[in-house]
């Protein structure tokens, strides 16, 4: 695939061309307004940047300015709960596509209380709950900031403290989605510290360009490409990209996968982080959803930008 990056040049113009197509576009999806303090995001926001092995991050658009990563954060959760229990999480954890919206209770009595995989709620709850143990809940939260900042090399990369507080106010669903699993012995911590870190990863926020930065070591077989360091193994990049290409878009994971065809993970904030392997990583934020709670503006971005420089997992 570096072959085919050589051959375009111009990813700048792309990324440039693309931002001004979609700033004209009208429709942009809907903000989510279920976390009060996400639906006073400006829709016309749309920003996307590509972190490539040399350490240069291309960007258009408004690609610098910070957002709310929502989701995107279980990627990073993930990976440090792999850290820290290995294979040990899939006791509790799928590795199964859910079908279901991103917050869905009814899979969970069928399964006795085991989420379908990571990164629908229920899962990250779960993440949550195995980075708490030993802890406080602010020395969880203040490692996952921290490792996120360590992996862009840049500590600007904050938790916006409102969205944590907004979404804790009205995490109706969240609370009881964490106490059913307790109820299953699958939740340790009592569901108030679990979702405390849960919400407060959740409202870290940091623009397209940190984000593509944060995601890149996936595009590299673990290892940061500019530093030469690994953060995980070349095996378990892979398959934390496998959980992304197919569980990263909830119940549109498939629509995504089919579409854009590289792996990717969207938060309600409307970004979506993708990994090229070995080529690099992609970020794109445009706050409109579409009716899977995934970005709009963004999946029709990817899918274009990975058609326009011959993207895909699928081909060589
Ligand atoms: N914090 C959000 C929630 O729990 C995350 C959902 C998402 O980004 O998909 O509802």
Redesign the pocket.
């Known amino acids: 695939m570096e072959a085919t990056l050589l051959q375009h040049p111009a990813l700048e113009s792309v990324l440039s061309d693309l931002a001004a197509e979609m700033a004209v576009r009208t429709d942009r999806g809907a903000v989510?307004t279920?976390?009060p303090q996400l639906g006073k995001v400006d829709p016309a926001k749309f920003g996307i940047a590509v972190a490539l092995e040399d350490g240069r991050v291309i960007s258009a658009g408004d690609a610098d300015e910070p957002f709310s990563?929502?989701?995107?954060?279980?990627v990073f959760t993930l990976t440090l709960a792999l850290g820290k229990v290995g294979d040990a999480l899939w006791k509790r954890v799928g590795r199964e596509p859910s079908g279901n919206p991103?917050?869905s209770i009814v899979q969970l009595e069928q399964e006795r209380g085991i989420p379908r995989n990571p990164?629908i709620?229920a899962g990250?709850?779960v993440v949550s709950d195995v980075l708490l143990a030993g802890h406080e809940p602010r020395e969880a939260i203040g490692e996952i900031l921290r490792f996120i900042q360590f992996l862009a090399d840049d500590d600007t990369i904050y938790i916006d403290r409102d969205v944590a507080a907004s979404?804790r106010a009205t995490?109706f669903?969240?609370f009881a989605l964490a106490n059913y699993m307790r109820s299953f012995g699958n939740l340790d911590h009592a569901a108030e510290l679990a979702l405390g870190v849960?919400?407060h990863h959740?409202?870290i926020a940091m623009s397209c360009r940190q984000l593509a930065l944060v995601g890149r070591f996936l595009a590299f077989d673990g290892r940061n490409p500019v530093a030469g360091h690994s953060v995980v193994s070349p095996g378990r990049a892979r398959r934390i990209n496998a959980l992304m290409l197919t569980c990263g878009h909830?119940d549109g994971s498939g629509d995504f996968a089919f579409r854009v065809g590289i792996p990717g993970k969207?938060?309600?904030?409307g970004g979506i982080l993708g990994i090229v392997p070995g080529v690099g990583s992609l970020s794109v934020w445009s706050p409109g959803l579409n009716a899977n709670?995934?970005s709009h503006l963004g999946s029709i971005a990817l899918e274009k930008l990975a058609r326009t420089m011959g993207w895909s997992i699928f081909s060589p």
Do not use: D, H, T
């Open positions: 989510a279920y976390i990563i929502q989701s995107v954060s279980k991103f917050n990164f709620n990250a709850i979404e995490g669903r969240n849960y919400f959740c409202a909830y969207s938060g309600v904030g709670g995934n």
